[in-house]
């Protein structure tokens, strides 16, 4: 048997029912016994057919849906490295790289009494958002800081206000060369 049109848009018709594809509805739509309907749905391989289109359909959903998800990790990447660079820029500004009397760079607070728990909050917030920006590319976030003494540096005055005044004073943090 030649599929023909009719069989076609019978098939169509068909697919179209979903989970109440019958073939006594199709019978009654195109007109025609329930065994012309049964001969074409064996002749032109209907339950395949069905079965076909739905892996297809699933794949072309799969696909778009993996091409937003792609899309919108990197559009929230580019705004996370955006707002990275202006977190570094404020919290650089918090210290003054000099030399030391023994030639080595240190890097000298430069912030005031009311304005370090900013520079504490301006930390944390670049950790959280180089930790958003790992997630989201799947990786995990290292345990330590770049900046030596900088973990120490945050618990200390989070934890003793005594301290916080003494360190605002002369406050050295030693850092790796060029990583501030």
Same mark, same amino acid.
């Given at each position: 048997?030649?599929?023909?049109?009719?069989?076609?848009? *019978?098939?169509?018709?068909?697919?179209?029912?979903?989970?109440?594809?019958?073939? +006594?509805?199709?019978?009654?739509?195109?007109?025609?016994?329930? *065994?012309?309907?049964?001969?074409?749905?064996?002749?032109?391989?209907?339950?395949?057919?069905?079965? #076909?289109?739905?892996?297809? /359909?699933?794949?072309?959903?799969?696909? @778009?849906?993996?091409?937003? &998800?792609?899309?919108?990790?990197?559009?929230?990447?580019?705004? &996370?490295?955006?707002?990275?660079?202006?977190?570094?820029? *404020?919290?650089?500004?918090?210290?003054? /790289?000099?030399?030391?009397?023994?030639?080595?760079?240190?890097? @000298? $607070?430069?912030?005031? +009494?009311?304005? =370090?728990?900013?520079?504490?909050?301006?930390?944390? +917030?670049? !950790?959280?958002?180089?930790?958003? @920006?790992?997630?989201?590319?799947? !990786?995990?976030?290292?345990?330590?800081?770049?900046?030596?003494?900088?973990?120490?540096?945050? #618990?200390?005055? #989070?934890?003793?206000?005594?301290?916080? !005044? @003494?360190?605002?004073? *002369?406050? !050295?943090?030693? =850092?790796?060369?060029?990583? $501030?």
């Amino acid at each position: 048997m030649i599929e023909r049109a009719k069989h076609f848009d *019978a098939f169509e018709f068909y697919y179209s029912l979903g989970d109440t594809r019958n073939i +006594t509805e199709v019978a009654r739509k195109f007109a025609v016994s329930r *065994a012309s309907v049964s001969k074409w749905s064996r002749s032109f391989n209907w339950r395949n057919r069905v079965i #076909q289109r739905d892996i297809e /359909i699933g794949r072309s959903v799969s696909d @778009k849906t993996n091409e937003f &998800i792609i899309n919108t990790k990197a559009d929230y990447g580019k705004e &996370i490295e955006v707002n990275l660079k202006i977190l570094k820029t *404020a919290i650089n500004s918090a210290f003054e /790289i000099i030399t030391n009397e023994d030639g080595k760079k240190v890097a @000298k $607070l430069r912030i005031e +009494t009311h304005s =370090i728990n900013d520079l504490i909050n301006l930390i944390n +917030t670049s !950790e959280r958002l180089i930790r958003l @920006k790992l997630d989201l590319i799947g !990786e995990s976030f290292p345990n330590k800081f770049i900046v030596e003494g900088l973990d120490e540096f945050v #618990q200390a005055i #989070q934890s003793d206000k005594g301290l916080k !005044e @003494k360190l605002l004073g *002369a406050l !050295e943090v030693t =850092i790796k060369k060029g990583e $501030l």
